[in-house]
């Protein structure tokens, strides 16, 4: 794949203009646990306890969800994006089960290694970007079913520069690395990082507060 990984979540909303801030969310280590490797498949999906409830907290206060993740066990000719369409199938499930709020409006994913120079990989904001776009940008006419692929230019990032700031003020992002907060800075986010193995309700209290600005971030 040379494009970016895309994959509605469960609700069958058009999306399009919209002023909602949207949480973006990393996957391994914030809604399941990440593994050694990788996930390598929808049985190896262990939701972080309470991660579900946070989701559909979320959505309750009128966040749009978007899940963005580098999984380059695709590139590597591990596994196929179909593989990684049944993983987000089980999450999607196991959010569900703690809270019936919990659907994931996009799920996007990079299936790039580094070396393929790609301009979604975080720390990277083009999957932040293209999440933007498809949730509260265009008009979709006619949804694309599926998993499907989306070509995305390369962004430009100054690191050294002052933070952009992101299309709402109160969109957020959410990860256990280093460069899950590089992709939040550069889209203009606030930050929470938090620890892999309690994922997500390390920071329920923290973005609830709208005067929250998040973690800092050094490039
Ligand atoms: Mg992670
Ligand atoms: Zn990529």
């Given at each position: 794949m040379e494009g970016v990984f895309v994959q509605w979540g469960p609700e069958p909303d058009d999306f399009g203009p919209s002023s909602q801030p949207v949480a973006f969310l990393d996957r391994d280590g914030v809604l399941n646990l990440g593994?050694?490797?990788y996930v390598?498949?929808?049985d190896e999906v262990e939701l972080l306890k309470g991660a579900g409830l946070v989701v559909g907290a979320l959505k309750e206060a009128g966040y749009l969800v978007c899940v963005v993740t580098n999984q380059s066990p695709i590139q590597r000719g591990l596994w196929g994006p179909e593989r990684l369409g049944d993983i987000h199938h089980e999450l999607q499930r196991q959010l569900l089960g703690e809270h019936s709020k919990a659907a994931i409006d996009l799920f996007l994913a990079c299936p790039h290694r580094f070396k393929?120079?790609?301009?979604?990989?975080?720390p990277s904001p083009g999957m932040l970007r293209l999440g933007h776009q498809?949730?509260?940008e265009e008009i979709p006419t006619e949804r694309q079913e599926g998993p499907f692929e989306r070509r995305i230019e390369s962004p430009v990032v100054d690191w050294w520069g002052k933070?952009?700031?992101s299309p709402h003020p109160l969109d957020l992002m959410v990860g256990d690395r280093r460069?899950?907060?590089g992709a939040g800075w550069a889209f203009g986010c606030r930050l929470f990082r938090v620890n892999a193995s309690i994922g997500l309700t390390q920071v329920q209290l923290q973005w609830l507060n709208d005067e929250t600005s998040g973690d800092s971030f050094q490039p």
């Open positions: 593994k050694e490797g390598n498949g929808p393929d120079g790609c301009a979604c990989r975080k498809m949730l509260r933070k952009p700031s460069s899950d907060m």
